[in-house]
């Protein structure tokens, strides 16, 4: 079974940056990876998603020209470059897997499988 593990969250001035690392206990080679993202009291949603390739990439509307998601099939990683951070930004960020290798659209959880644990990212208001 594929373990996914967050890294690169924490506190951030609104306006700045921060890295988010998905790593992967095994090959991601074959899996379209996805970002969500839970704020307390609300639904978790979903952020951005690459396909297995590298070659899709699907942004939710709040999150495009600030977010970039990025991988690495070499070292079985996943990264989100996210600038300009707003205080909505705020939630706990997790990584997740879909076994076909897509990107969906709109971004919905049901096709995810495999999930990371979360970081959390903070962006005082």
């Known amino acids: 079974q594929l373990q996914l593990v967050e890294s690169g969250g924490g506190l951030v001035q609104p306006g700045g940056s921060l890295r988010l690392s998905c790593a992967a206990s095994g090959f991601l080679l074959d899996y379209g990876v996805g970002w969500f993202r839970q704020a307390p009291g609300k639904e978790r949603e979903g952020v951005v998603c690459i396909s297995s390739s590298g070659g899709s990439t699907n942004y939710a509307d709040s999150v495009k020209g600030r977010f970039t998601i990025s991988r690495d099939n070499a070292k079985n990683t996943v990264q989100l470059q996210m600038n300009h951070l707003l205080p909505e930004d705020t939630s706990v960020y997790y990584c997740?897997?879909?076994?076909?290798?897509?990107?969906?659209?709109?971004?919905?959880?049901?096709?995810?499988?495999?999930w990371g644990p979360g970081t959390q990212v903070t962006v005082p208001s």
């Open positions: 997740a897997t879909e076994d076909l290798g897509g990107c969906p659209t709109p971004i919905s959880m049901q096709p995810f499988d495999f």
